[in-house]
């Protein structure tokens, strides 16, 4: 006879159900455990096996046989370890316990028996969540935390005879002792930010394109000379993205524990600048041991590449598929693993190697090659999925600074935000929507359509510019507060694509 428990095994973000059995039959003593399990599950044996005999079992002449499934999942980390003791547990017992397939457990053992948290915790009790589980068994952590969006029963219990006491029914000896935490709190709640929008001289239409970016995740890239405020834009550009709801943020933070990265659990966006010379697998994640990248610790924030053109193209073009897709899958010879990467990307670069190509101030040094070769590191498909490419002009100290705070533009920006969330019913902005459902709920008339249509077909725009034109409307008419699509909001979109080629000396702005 075998008997199941059922836990959570995760494939980078994503959660699977593992049905965990054992087997107990006549033989040396022994413990095994089969179907791809990592070498951390292997040694889970002598954790069980020691726990099974704090529990006065008799495993003389017992070999003990832990099958767990889908057999062609591989299984990683010590979470299973609850389960796979539950499992022998109910072969060495004449009085099975009461376990169905909607409940799940999800913990590590000490020799002792006492239950512990483990790496992964977190994103594990989520995915368990997700899938539907209705009461979830773990270690004695916090988990006030998820009172808001759990459905499920979750159980912190201390000891693996707790755990069974509870299963039994006896719900008087649920741990009432102190609870550790597995959110770590933000050094600083206070809102803190670099730099202000008010801080920022001149560069209106450039701080108007970037209102528009954070309103709908759209991606931009800053092109000007060394000193014109590419970088200062960028720094600034955080404060103006909302607070994350508490789901995403929790989301990211799981993020982060996976990448083994200290961070505290906070409501404000991610913010991560990678230096130039960071690898490809830094960028986009992998390794040995797959684990999250820059873009996907970027998830629900802001990715800035500064200094684009020193990147690598190979790494580069590695982005086409994140910006578009919101996750990437990184596939390895043992297995493959998608996290997620909806990230707002702000780029800057300068239009040759020394910076000074197209200024009336200063001569360039480089030569039309290095000029041209410069240029190519960003490609066309890359250059084609950025929905700004702003040409910026150094503004003096003479310039005003705006009269608008950063506040002020992250609260239209958020209700931008919200009039999407509530259309899409989901975490989707304009940017990363699919386009069928923009489709559906865009509002765009017949006449409009057809204007744009018009207007594509004489600039000569391909179909993905076409669609990013759509979004791009889509956003402003947000950023209007209209529910219906607005003729002023297709007519600024077509004006920001109607922009000269700023990689190559197109219209500068600055002191307009």
Known sequence: MSSAVMSVGLQGMKGERVRVEANVRIDKEQCVIIRLPDASMKESKERVLSCLHCLDFDLSMKKLTIHLSPADLRKSGTGFDGAMLLAAYQQLTDSPLPIDDSVCVITSLSLSGELLPF??????????LSLGFKRIYLPPVDVSFLDDTAEAELVPLPTVEALVEHLRGQSSLLFEGILTSVISAAADDAEVFQTDFSAVRGQTKAKRALEI?????????????????????????????????????????????????????????????????????????????????????????????????????KTLDMLRQPMESGEVTISRVKQAVTYPSSFTLIAATNRCPCGYYGSRERYCTCTPRQVTDYQLKVSGPIVDRLDFVLS???????????????????????????????????HALNATVSYQQLERTAGFSEIQLQWISIVCFEQKWSNRTQVKLLRLARTIADLQGSEAMTDSAIEEAIKWRKLPNALQGGEHFGKT
């Not at 790496?119 to 368990?128: C, S, T």
């Open 119 to 128: 790496h992964g915790l977190l994103p594990a009790v989520q995915q368990a």
């Open 213 to 313: 970016s954070a309103a709908g995740g759209h991606h931009t890239l800053l092109v000007g000379l060394p000193g014109c405020g590419k970088s200062l834009l960028a720094s600034a550009f955080s404060s103006i993205m909302p607070d994350l709801r508490k789901e995403d943020a929790l989301e990211v933070y799981s993020l982060y524990h996976l990448a083994r990265e200290k961070k505290g659990m906070s409501l404000r966006p991610p913010y991560r600048q990678p230096h130039h010379s960071a690898s490809a697998i830094s960028l986009i994640g992998g390794g040995t041991h797959p684990k999250p990248g820059e873009i996907s610790l970027a998830h629900r924030g802001l990715l800035f590449l500064d200094e684009l053109g020193e990147f690598s193209r």
């Open 392 to 426: 910026l002009k150094s503004s003096g100290l003479q310039e005003k600074a705006a009269s608008e705070t950063s506040s002020e533009i992250r609260r239209r920006v958020g209700c931008a935000r919200s009039l999407q969330y509530e259309r899409y019913q989901s």
